[in-house]
């Protein structure tokens, strides 16, 4: 789909600011018309041939600036159940960013000029999120010890508990990404999002914005969901077997039933920036704003700063010093 603009022919796209659809060339709200663009290799708007990877199910046209979504990749068996539309806007993402790596002081300077900045792209990562219903059964013995002396005798006394433990633990949306791009250990930092705001699917959202279809199915990826689950299950009850000197395990159940599995897109701004023929990537949570990614580290700067490091170093062997000689 193409949301062009009933005014002016404008694209119109998903603002955060608005919580609307908006046409920025003519700046009017809900002015959308929806065209199709069910074609993988030419644009619908100017007709130039696509570059699309694998996974993609929503893009811009290099060509014309277009902002589209591939309508094949996004129903029937790719019909995302949910969206969670993005909150943080692109000029709030490019501040959030500004303000996390000003402070760094061996940041390059092109990292935060606008030029650079304005290359970063919202996408929206493919989710599935599982509901389990965990069943922990637990049985074991337990002992506490109690030592007191009187005159020169020690006593211990030991105790013995029969612990039994029944639980039903309900984990509502464990969320897996399904992107075979994103890093696993960026995604999992990238939480928490506020599942709560969640919605029913629509597609409008997802104008302005890339995004990519599951690149794997809710079958492959559930593991990682039942490895949480059976984890988490784990800490629950060890939290409720605290107090004792020791505990023997005689039965251990965590049985783990599947409940339902959604399919839902989440919102990230990517940034990608090229320093000294690497790549680093930066991501701001389009939901909270959370900033992921460590700044590259330019010589230049570090040189300036390392001559004040060493002084600094040097006082505190002096400190260390004086006081050893207070003590011996
Ligand atoms: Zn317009
Ligand atoms: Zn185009």
Not at 69 to 75: A, C, G, Q, T, Y
Not at 119 to 140: A, H, I, R
Request: proline share 4%; charged share 25%.
């Amino acid at each position: 789909m193409i949301y062009k603009c009933n005014n002016c022919g404008g694209n119109v796209i998903y603002s955060p600011e608005k919580k609307a659809m908006h046409c920025s060339h003519c700046d009017s709200l809900e002015s959308q018309n929806p065209t199709p663009q069910n074609s993988l290799e030419q644009c619908a708007n100017c007709g130039a041939p696509l570059k699309l990877e694998e996974f993609t199910s929503a893009y811009k046209c290099e060509h014309c600036g277009v902002y589209f979504i591939l309508d094949e990749k996004v129903s029937g068996v790719y019909l995302p159940h949910l969206i969670l539309p993005f909150q943080v806007s692109r000029a709030e993402a490019k501040e959030k960013l500004k303000q996390e790596f000003k402070k760094r002081i061996f940041t390059p300077l092109a990292f935060l000029s606008e030029a650079s900045l304005s290359k970063m792209e919202g996408s929206y990562v493919p989710f599935f999120l599982y509901d389990y219903t965990s069943q922990v059964d637990f049985e074991g013995k337990g002992s506490k010890v109690r030592v007191w002396r009187t005159g020169n005798k020690e006593h211990t006394e030991t105790s013995i508990y029969s612990i039994q433990r029944n639980m039903t633990i309900d984990f509502d949306k464990i969320p897996v990404d399904a992107s075979i791009k994103m890093n696993d250990s960026v995604m999992d930092l990238m939480e928490p999002y506020q599942y709560q705001s969640l919605e029913a699917f629509q597609e409008k959202y997802m104008s302005g914005f890339f995004s990519e279809f599951y690149n794997k199915t809710a079958e492959e990826m559930k593991n990682r969901a039942m490895d949480k689950a059976g984890r988490d299950s784990e800490t629950l009850l060890q939290e409720t077997i605290q107090g004792y000197s020791s505990v023997t395990t005689l039965h251990k159940d965590i049985h783990l039933m599947e409940d339902k599995i959604h399919y839902a897109l989440l919102p990230v701004w990517i940034y990608d920036f090229r320093f000294r023929s690497k790549t680093f990537q930066f991501h701001v949570n389009g939901q909270t704003g959370k900033v992921i990614g460590k700044s590259p580290i330019s010589i230049s700067k570090v040189l300036l700063y390392s001559g004040s490091l060493f002084v600094f170093l040097l006082s505190i062997g002096f400190l260390i010093r004086g006081i050893m000689e207070v003590f011996s």
